[in-house]
């Protein structure tokens, strides 16, 4: 089955730094690969995803780049905010599959 | 999109009861998903569950332990039987969108074992 890898398992910076998640999986017939935000007390909410015909997408702040080749993706964030404090999961979809593998999550602080 | 309620938000258990833990959609769907996430960990699929059938389990977790109710297509029920301090968890129910893959998560239910 599919493997998902993911690091850092925390990441500290400070207010204004850009931030960095990547991401590894293993089944090269995954094709949809989502980035989830969870808050504290709160259930994971999608922030961006990315298929495989495609090899970066933006929105605002966020992008997420894919490297088939490699099997990897990484979410990017520009210019922190104390509000993108949280836990960031990756995920990889295989096929038709409604059933992601998740990553084990990384905890994004953000000082002020 | 799908909006998700679940009940209890939390809760604190004796060792050896049961809880169950309840899931509303606001919208009918095929297939709703129960997920375990520790202290600390990822999210681990603990079942899916089907309207008018048995739900399918994720190995490592069993219907004795986790009995699943899914009388409609917009709510389902979790149940925790005889717990132990390792049942400690948020326990997440969550719906996928079918065209986008996207899924949607309630807020979780904390739960407690002592």
């Known amino acids: 089955g599919e493997n998902v890898e993911q690091h850092p398992s925390t990441l500290s910076v400070q207010e204004g730094d850009s931030a960095v998640i990547k991401c590894t999986y293993s089944?090269?017939?995954?094709?949809?690969f989502p980035w989830y935000k969870q808050e504290l007390g709160k259930g994971p909410q999608l922030i961006i995803d990315?298929?495989?015909?495609?090899g970066e997408k933006k929105d605002q702040r966020i992008a997420v780049t894919l490297n088939k080749t490699a099997k990897h993706f990484s979410l990017h964030i520009t210019e922190t905010q104390p509000e993108d404090s949280a836990v960031y999961f990756c995920?990889?979809?295989?096929?038709?599959?409604?059933?992601?593998?998740f990553g084990r999550g990384t905890s994004l602080i953000v000082h002020p | 999109s799908a909006v998700i309620s679940q009940k209890p938000s939390r809760d604190i258990c004796q060792r050896g009861t049961s809880l169950t833990i309840q899931c509303q959609v606001d919208s009918q769907v095929t297939m709703m998903f129960w997920y375990r996430q520790q202290p600390g960990q990822s999210l681990t699929l603990i079942a899916t569950?089907?309207?008018?059938?048995?739900?399918?389990?994720e190995s490592g977790f069993v219907i004795d332990k986790f009995p699943i109710s899914r009388p409609n297509l917009t709510f389902s029920t979790l149940t925790v039987s005889n717990m132990s301090p390792e049942d400690s968890s948020i326990y997440l129910c969550s719906v996928g969108d079918t065209y986008t893959g996207e899924l949607f998560f309630g807020e979780g239910s904390r739960l407690t074992v002592l």
């Open positions: 569950a089907n309207q008018g059938s048995e739900a399918t389990y």
């Open positions: 995920a990889a979809h295989t096929g038709g599959s409604y059933i992601p593998t």
């Open positions: 089944d090269s017939a995954s094709n949809y």
């Open positions: 990315i298929r495989s015909n495609v």
